[in-house]
Nanobody
Framework: QVQLVESGGGLVQAGGSLRLSCAAS????????MGWFRQAPGKEREFVAA????????YYADSVKGRFRISRDTAKNTLYLQMDSLKLEDTAVYYC???????????????WGRGTQVTVSS
């Protein structure tokens, strides 16, 4: 079990940037990968990006490739999501999560944060 707390959400204009953070605590060394998901009102939870805990091997959803960048800071035990060229459709609650493998399947993630709201406006 890993405890996760997201932060950094807010209101930004389309084309702007935002950086999300996810502070991790607990049994972080037992997790293989970390990921970001998002969920808009009335929509299914959607995979955004994932990264292996030990190496910088990443995996991105097609919708965010070239715009979003997932990274981590081992010293701070923190996961990040740098979001650039934001679009209206990026509006959602963003969640960080931990999994036993690099995967886009939310069912493979067993630890979740409470989420942080990202709103993109014109």
């Amino acid at each position: 079990q890993v405890q996760l707390v997201e932060s950094g959400g807010g209101l930004v204009q389309a084309g702007g940037s935002l950086r999300l953070s996810c502070a991790a605590s607990g049994r972080t060394f037992r997790r293989y990968a970390m990921g970001w998901f998002r969920q808009a009102p009335g929509k299914e939870r959607e995979f955004v990006a994932a990264i292996r805990s030990e190496y910088d091997v990443t995996y991105y959803a097609d919708s965010v490739k070239g715009r979003f960048r997932i990274s981590r800071d081992t010293a701070k035990n923190t996961l990040y999501l740098q979001m650039d060229s934001l679009k209206l459709e990026d509006t959602a609650v963003y969640y960080c999560a931990a999994a036993g493998r690099l995967t886009a399947n939310p069912l493979d993630y067993d630890s979740w944060g409470r989420g942080t709201q990202v709103t993109v406006s014109s």
